[in-house]
């Protein structure tokens, strides 16, 4: 029987295992640099309280990379190993991010969800947040060597 899976702040310690449970996630996309060891303690050292792991016993099922700008929280690369999903997992993290997020007074966060991510645009909607049709996402890259690999496990 399992025990209780954990909800806790990310720590640079979790990267090995949130990196592998990248890759188990088909159709994700893992950036060469930004999601590199490097980058990812880049990240946690500019937002070191908002990213967020799940863990049953020592093994990390669930991330998500969160953090701000002063004025707007951001989710990246939100997702529950298969084999925990439907489980209150993706939802417990993403309240405990959002609560960090308040505490350090971000009163608006949003994410982003490629239009093929079938499961995750699903759990959104559910879970309550609102699909924006009144904007448009724009992108520029600033480094080509930062190569985006999508997992097609």
Excluded at 51 to 79: P, T
């Amino acid at each position: 029987m399992r025990q209780k899976i954990q909800i806790r702040e990310m720590v640079m310690e979790d990267y090995g295992q949130v990196h592998s449970l990248w890759k188990t996630i088909r159709g994700f996309g893992i950036r060469s640099i930004d999601d590199s060891g490097e980058g990812v303690e880049r990240f946690l050292r500019r937002n070191p309280s908002t990213s967020v792991v799940a863990v049953d016993e020592n093994r990390i099922v669930g991330a998500i990379l969160c953090g701000h700008d002063g004025r707007r929280g951001c989710f990246y690369h939100v997702c529950v190993h298969e084999d925990y999903r439907k489980q209150g997992i993706g939802k417990a993290m993403a309240v405990f991010a959002m609560k960090a997020l308040q505490k350090e007074q971000i009163n608006k966060v949003s994410l982003i969800a490629f239009k093929k991510n079938e499961v995750g645009n699903h759990f959104w909607k559910r879970v309550g947040w609102t699909f924006r049709d009144d904007l448009n996402y724009y992108d520029f890259t600033l480094n080509d060597a930062n190569i985006t690999e999508f997992n097609s496990i």
